[in-house]
């Protein structure tokens, strides 16, 4: 590993922004260069390996637990690294992106865990994501503290309590385009580690707890080896301690589920276990295998965690994390709480049920998209741990998880109806509205909308449109409609760009991976910015 010569160097094309120098110094700079060198080549490789792998599923090759790491699975011997310091009870974690105020708040809301989203929750415009590290360094530093020009206070509680901190990269798929490197952009990945681990790191192991990381979007056991590869190599050009990361895996693709155990195998010494994902899990079982009748999916809401296509995925996860000393955390409740008294019970009462499900079924805690779900998800885990930290000693041996089963995506049936139809282009609409104009996470009638949620309205609506579930003037036509009631009710709403996003993400012959590269490209990247 190039960790003696000079690191390429690493320029940014964006114009400086409030107290970015704080953020993006030479050194911090030079190790992102150091970080790009050394991995800019195999994430490349490895990107070329999901198109391969995603053709040779849609030709019709099985998916199956690898055969050649049969070894890995069958040998009980091993275990992953035990729980770091903060990372032991996790019963309760929130998300959201790491924005001050949320910051704020997400420190005093009692959780366990503060997941900052630099993924699903953030629309990534040069400003959120610099101004998400500064965010991360004054919340480590504990100065966070600000007053809104309204006179609203935010402080840190006082209590002493510690929520730790968890940062959430960008994806493998994701660029940083402000940041280049040999001419090309650097692997947002590799910035959004590598800025909060450089300044970060060592303040966090000074605090007595350590730099902690959730992994999005992998899709197999070589793209959890690269990040192994990455922690090992940031360790040691800091001269800190080899094992000290640690990094849960959100499976939520279905590749990825296939191979749970490797990923925690190949991350052991920097592993805190496994998420499950379910957004992102079922917007990649749509994309994979989307050109297949059986998995026509119904309605988003209609797909539920009881489905048993999803109760295998969760099942599994559980199971495996578990033989292997590993959290398994669970994922997220879409309601968040609403305005109207009604709508607000309604909303706790779902949720609680996915936590009771997720707590009996032995997860060690789950997450939560909102402050007012924090007391309801630890009084379910309350009510299953006690004073336990977690439950790994139930280690689900009743368990038996097939692929077929993990594909048993007809078993949910029902066509979708004329308003989960409208529904999904609504919902696409409004988040990329909102995405564009650098609003990563909004709700929206109740629900938590995000990348994830947002990639599967618009690939639901591809896979309908494909299978002449639904024609494409019924399409067209809604559009219009969602279209002028977005302007209706948001007149300052970018509707040319929306509608040109959906019409190339949702409406194209050929379905795009994501809509984010594509999107971020064409509107968050500030093509004007000089050189510095
Ligand atoms: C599929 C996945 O990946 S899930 C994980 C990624 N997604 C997320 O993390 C989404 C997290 N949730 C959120 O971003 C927000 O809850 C939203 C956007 C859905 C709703 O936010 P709002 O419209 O502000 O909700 P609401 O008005 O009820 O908020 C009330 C207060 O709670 C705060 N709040 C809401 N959600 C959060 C959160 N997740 N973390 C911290 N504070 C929060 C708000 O900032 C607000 O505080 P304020 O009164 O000081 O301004
Ligand atoms: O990242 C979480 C998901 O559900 O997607
Ligand atoms: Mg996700």
Redesign the pocket.
Same mark, same amino acid.
């Given at each position: 590993m190039p960790t003696s010569a000079p690191p390429r160097q690493v320029r940014v094309l964006a114009a400086p922004g409030p107290r970015h120098d704080e953020i993006l110094t030479p050194a911090a700079l030079d190790f992102i260069g150091r970080l790009a060198d050394a991995f800019g080549e195999r994430r490349r490789e490895l990107l070329k390996e999901r198109r391969r792998q995603a053709i040779r599923l849609s030709a019709g090759s099985p998916l199956e637990f690898p055969l050649v790491t049969s070894a890995v699975r069958a040998d009980p011997s091993w275990r992953v690294a035990p729980p770091a310091p903060g990372l032991t009870d996790r019963r309760v974690e929130?998300?959201?992106?790491p924005d001050r105020?949320?910051?704020v708040?997400?420190l005093n809301?009692g959780a366990q865990v503060?997941?900052a989203?630099f993924?699903?929750?953030t629309a990534p415009t040069w400003n959120n994501i610099v101004g998400g590290q500064l965010t991360l360094l004054d919340a480590v530093e504990r100065r966070i503290d600000f007053t809104t020009p309204e006179g609203?206070e935010?402080r840190l509680r006082g209590d002493g309590r510690i929520t730790t901190v968890v940062v959430r990269p960008r994806g493998w798929h994701l660029t940083e385009d402000h940041l280049e490197h040999e001419g090309r952009p650097v692997p947002a990945s590799l910035v959004d580690f590598g800025l909060y681990f450089f300044h970060c790191a060592r303040r966090q192991i000074d605090a007595g707890l350590g730099p902690y990381f959730y992994l999005p979007k992998l899709e197999n056991r070589y793209e959890a080896r690269l990040w192994n590869d990455v922690f090992v190599l940031a360790q040691e050009l800091l001269g800190i301690p080899r094992g000290t990361i640690r990094a849960t895996v959100l499976i939520e693709t279905i590749t990825a589920a296939v191979e749970m155990e490797e990923i925690l195998y190949e991350l052991r010494e920097h592993s805190s276990g496994l998420n499950a994902?379910?957004?992102?899990y079922l917007f990649s079982l749509i994309k994979t295998f989307g050109h297949r009748t059986d998995f026509l999916l119904p309605d988003r809401a209609k797909v539920t965690m009881t489905a048993p296509f999803m109760r295998a995925y969760t099942e599994l996860l559980v199971r495996t994390c578990h033989r292997r000393g590993a959290h398994a955390i669970g994922?997220?409740a879409a309601q968040?709480?609403a305005g109207q008294p009604e709508a607000h019970e309604a909303a706790l009462a779902t949720v609680r049920l996915d936590k009771e499900r997720e707590a009996e079924d032995g997860f060690d805690g789950s997450? *939560? /998209?909102?402050?007012?779900l924090v007391p309801l998800c630890r009084e379910v885990f309350d009510g299953v741990l006690g004073d336990r930290p977690h439950q790994l000693d139930r280690t689900r041996d009743d368990v038996e998880v097939t692929v077929a089963d993990l594909l048993s995506v007809r078993r949910a049936g029902g066509p979708p109806t004329a308003e989960g139809i409208r529904s999904n282009i609504a919902v696409a609409l409004r988040y990329f509205d909102a995405w564009l104009r650098g609003?990563g996470? *909004? /709700?929206l009638h109740g629900l938590?909308?995000?990348?994830?949620?947002a990639e599967i309205a618009r690939v639901q609506i591809w896979q309908w449109l494909r299978h002449r579930v639904v024609d494409r003037e019924t399409v067209l036509r809604l559009l219009d409609n969602e279209l002028d009631a977005l302007a209706a009710e948001f007149p300052w709403a970018a509707v040319d760009e929306v509608r040109a996003l959906f019409e190339r993400t949702a409406l194209a012959a050929e379905l795009p991976l994501f809509f984010t590269p594509d999107a971020y490209s064409r509107h968050l990247v500030q093509r004007a910015g000089a050189g510095s």
């Open positions: 929130i998300t959201g992106p105020r949320m910051a708040n997400a809301s503060w997941m989203d993924e699903d929750a609203r935010y994902g379910r957004w992102d994922g997220m968040v709480p997450w *939560v /998209a909102h402050p007012g609003q996470a *909004v /709700a938590m909308e995000d990348a994830a949620t």
